[in-house]
């Protein structure tokens, strides 16, 4: 059973996106929609990311999450590399939780 829905579901998102290739020439988007389509791009990753930051399930992830996302923004943001990044962000929110913070 699982086998098939994962096989479904590989159909479905191929034949999606097969559309959208075949579609292209047939669509027309106005000026303004396609300077808009970055920009909403843009927008629903950063919702994606502040709820994943934010909330553990149906409730708040607390303190401890949050912070190792702002450190690892912070590091990100002044080029340090993905390793020293990633390490930074667990450490935090590792050290928050230890210390009794969530």
Same mark, same amino acid.
């Given at each position: 059973m699982m086998l098939a829905a994962i096989i479904v579901l590989g159909v479905g998102t191929y034949t999606m996106r097969l $559309?959208?290739? #075949? @579609? &292209? /020439? &047939? =669509? /027309? #988007?106005?000026?303004s929609l396609q300077r808009l389509l970055p =920009?909403?791009?843009?927008?629903l990753l950063t919702a994606l990311a502040a *709820?994943? *930051? @934010? =909330?553990?399930g149906s409730g708040f992830a607390g303190v401890a999450r949050p912070a190792g996302v702002v450190v690892g923004a912070l590091l990100a943001w002044r080029k340090a590399t993905f390793v020293v990044v990633v390490v930074a962000a667990?450490? *935090?929110?590792? #050290? #928050?939780?230890?210390? $009794?913070?969530e």
């Amino acid at each position: 059973m699982m086998l098939a829905a994962i096989i479904v579901l590989g159909v479905g998102t191929y034949t999606m996106r097969l $559309g959208g290739v #075949l @579609l &292209r /020439e &047939r =669509m /027309e #988007l106005s000026d303004s929609l396609q300077r808009l389509l970055p =920009m909403a791009a843009a927008a629903l990753l950063t919702a994606l990311a502040a *709820t994943s *930051t @934010l =909330m553990a399930g149906s409730g708040f992830a607390g303190v401890a999450r949050p912070a190792g996302v702002v450190v690892g923004a912070l590091l990100a943001w002044r080029k340090a590399t993905f390793v020293v990044v990633v390490v930074a962000a667990a450490a *935090t929110a590792a #050290l #928050l939780r230890a210390a $009794g913070i969530e």
